[in-house]
């Protein structure tokens, strides 16, 4: 059997799928990762995915495949993933390999799923699993480092030795950006701006991607006048409206889950709480501290005096 060139990507996210061919720069499809049906109807219901259902999401019902990092609508991601062979890449699964990445706290259950899913549903003729932490630390050149992931779904800590995940290292936080996007609308609904509908949720994460920032000092920047932090939001509309303290409110979250009233550690004390759990003579080889996905959208994020706090 001649197999193509260059083995199938996937790499499953809670918010979004990305895939593509090995080797390239960047994946080729990526979108979000849901599927959306019909409403009301028993028979014949039309089934969408990805942006198309995102596009009509007030018109459907919508389902995630994947939630907190973990498959849980094992139907609803094989069609993602079928669609993904068939309507993006236009591949047939039987003629090449596939490397699948994962969570780094993903139940031996699941994998095996997955690998029945790919063998004998999709019938690829070779299969591999990865955590998503230890290739993004690849990608960066490094075997050894430590990763701090945070998605739309999940956070976590994967501390990496020699190209292996440390599992009794590992931490999570079940706090990520789909719950900062909630939590902004909440801040922007008690300042009276009402953001409240599927169709502006888009508006919302736009806010946050493009204003929101994490303060060093937290205390210091509730401390500033408003006018110096005032940042003017202009809706498609042509409506205007100020933000102020919701840019740096929302985004210290992760550091202080207390206030979306989560009794759990923040990614400082959590990223301190992982290096302590593996053995001493390796704490210092994770010097490489890589910040993946979301959090990196939020200037200061990488900052190393908030997460040294721990």
């Known amino acids: 059997m001649s197999y193509y060139q260059l083995p199938v990507v996937i790499d499953n996210g809670s918010g979004v799928i990305k895939a593509g061919l090995a080797g390239s720069r960047e994946p080729q499809f990526v979108y979000s990762n849901i599927v959306g049906r019909t409403k009301g109807l ?38 993602m993933w079928k669609h993904i062979y068939d309507d993006n890449l236009r591949l047939k699964p039987c003629d090449g390999p596939v490397l699948i990445t994962e969570s780094a706290l993903n139940p031996l259950a699941n994998r095996q799923r997955v690998t029945e899913v790919f063998f004998e549903y999709l019938e690829v003729p070779a299969f591999f699993m990865s955590i998503q932490g230890v290739l993004a630390l690849f990608a960066a050149g490094f075997t050894t480092g430590f990763v701090l992931n945070s998605g739309a779904g ?24 789909l719950d900062l996007t909630n939590y902004l609308m909440m801040l922007l609904k008690e300042n009276g701006i009402m953001l409240l509908r599927t169709s502006e949720r888009k508006i919302i994460m736009d806010i946050k991607e493009t204003y929101c920032y994490v303060a060093m000092n937290f205390e210091e920047e509730k401390a500033k006048k408003a006018d110096c932090i005032e940042k003017i939001y202009q809706l498609p509309d042509g409506k205007r409206f100020k933000l102020h303290n919701q840019l740096f409110y929302c985004p210290e979250a992760l550091f202080s889950p207390s206030l979306m009233h989560l009794e ?27 910040s993946l996905l979301g959090i990196n959208l939020f200037p200061n994020a990488e900052e190393g005096p908030r997460l040294e706090k721990g």
């Open 42 to 79: 028993t028979c014949g219901v039309e089934v969408c995915v990805g942006d198309q259902a995102e596009q009509r999401r007030s018109s459907l019902s919508i389902s995630y495949p994947v939630e907190r990092g973990l498959i849980t609508s094992w139907g609803d991601m094989e069609i």
């Open 154 to 177: 999940v956070t976590q800590c994967v501390p990496i030795f020699e190209g292996y995940c440390l599992p009794h290292g590992v931490q999570q936080l079940d706090l990520a950006g």
């Open 264 to 290: 759990t550690p923040g990614i400082d004390k959590m990223c301190f709480s992982s290096i302590m759990k593996c053995d001493a003579d390796l704490r210092n080889a994770f010097s490489p501290i890589l």
